[in-house]
């Protein structure tokens, strides 16, 4: 992927890159953890670029952003992503989180749930599983080789665990630069997101408040990695009220960087059966 020139946002206490592409309804796209650049195979799918107006940043700490001292909460990341909204001019928007940042799309929608038109959540990083304590431990191995100093070992094996043993091929095929990015960042994934993940909470009780259209993703050969995913996915079909299943053919943890043509079908079908034209900021 060649690098597009980002606009930078400074906003309080951070500055993001950002970059919107196209007219239409506007659709905010989170990207996961460190890595940075994993919504970029969807804004070259047509059904996406041509009719919607695709925002997507680099969140903090994560490639050109800058970086900050200390914590980073779940729900200071929501309010950065609510603040560059703001910062373009969008009220309300469709939000699309992946992994970890579905989190953020949650929180986010708990929070400024007047922003939040619709979620689509692919595999977003619930611990409250049974198979989030029982099933990880490459999870622990992955952060004692950051602290020992191998950031590029941490990531492999972190990602071999969520993505499976092939994912660098798939990765390096779709995204290039994208691995030696992640290591370049490790810093802010493992320092930063990998506490706020386990120091986030999301119960029963917050999934009722969330009223808007989500569309729960999930990947076809996730389930074949590890049995997380399907956990994680009965846990949104049954907890949020308003949620309907998205199995995404011939992709694992990695979706849209395996199978970003079907993703962007399956997002942009999920958009036109909850249009946001006529509600404010549309």
Not at 44 to 73: F, K, N, T
Not at 181 to 203: C, G, I, K, R
């Amino acid at each position: 992927m060649q690098q597009r020139r980002l606009d930078r946002a400074a906003l309080k206490g951070v500055e993001l890159e950002y970059e919107v592409l196209g007219i239409g309804e506007p659709v905010v796209l989170i990207h996961p953890g460190h890595f940075a650049d994993w919504f970029a195979p969807l804004l070259d799918e047509p059904v996406l670029a041509e009719h919607y107006r695709l925002i997507r940043y680099h969140r903090a700490g994560c490639r050109g952003s800058s970086r900050i001292v200390g914590p980073v909460s779940m729900a200071e990341q929501a309010e950065h992503c609510r603040s560059l909204m703001r910062h373009i001019g969008i009220e309300r928007a469709h939000i699309v989180g992946h992994s970890s940042s579905g989190n953020i799309a949650i929180q986010l929608a708990l929070d400024t749930p007047d922003a939040v038109h619709s979620i689509a959540l692919l595999e977003p990083a619930l611990m409250s599983v049974p198979s989030a304590e029982t099933s990880r431990a490459f999870v622990r191995t992955a952060i004692e080789l950051h602290r020992s100093g191998n950031k590029a070992a941490a990531v492999d094996t972190f990602l071999k665990g969520v993505c499976g043993p092939d994912y660098r091929s798939v990765l390096d095929r779709a995204l290039p630069d994208s691995f030696d990015q992640a290591v370049a960042d490790a810093d802010t994934f493992f320092n930063q997101e990998m506490p706020a993940l386990q120091q986030w909470s999301f119960t029963r009780e917050d999934a009722r408040r969330i009223v808007q259209p989500v569309l729960a993703v999930m990947g076809a050969m996730s389930k074949e990695q590890s049995p997380i995913w399907s956990e994680r996915q009965e846990l949104l079909l049954s907890w949020l009220p308003n949620a309907d299943p998205f199995v995404l053919p011939g992709a694992s943890h990695l979706l849209q960087v395996q199978n970003s043509r079907a993703m962007a079908e399956g997002l942009a079908a999920f958009f036109v059966r909850h249009p946001l034209s006529g509600r404010p900021g549309g």
